[in-house]
């Protein structure tokens, strides 16, 4: 057995294993997607590229295991770094979008963000 038919049945264990399926319905995801991400829509990189386009993810509940769609990594990390939440998120883009963008000259905003709604 080559290298390569190694990875390959090792990804294909793991796929089955963790997410319950095979490389045929990944395939069929990255087609229903576009080959990009659900949430960024930035392009897959294709199978053994470095560089470029985003790595593929498959994201699922971590409470009952359910396969949603397929991430970047970047998107994948961030979302597990929100824990999830909507709030933290819906929060965070509040905060964005709440700050002064500074031109370049002017360098980093010194009045920040107004204060964040309160929680409830």
């Known amino acids: 057995m080559t290298k390569a038919q190694h990875l ?10 963790d997410h ?6 990944v395939t069929r995801m990255r087609i229903a997607q ?3 991400c659900a949430a960024c829509e930035d392009r897959f990189q294709t199978f053994g590229t470095k560089g470029g386009p985003a790595r593929l993810v498959i994201d699922h509940d971590h409470q009952s295991g359910a396969v949603r769609k397929l ?12 824990k999830e939440s909507s709030e933290r998120i819906l929060r965070l883009l509040w905060y964005i979008q709440s700050c002064p ?10 009045t920040g963000p107004r204060s964040l709604p309160r929680r409830h």
């Open 8 to 17: 390959h049945n090792r990804a294909a264990e793991v796929l089955k294993r």
């Open 34 to 36: 576009s080959d990009k």
């Open 101 to 110: 963008t500074p031109s370049p000259s002017e360098g980093p905003s010194t």
């Open 71 to 82: 991430l970047c990594s970047n998107c994948n990390t961030a979302l597990g770094l929100l």
């Open 20 to 25: 319950d399926l095979t490389g045929c319905a």
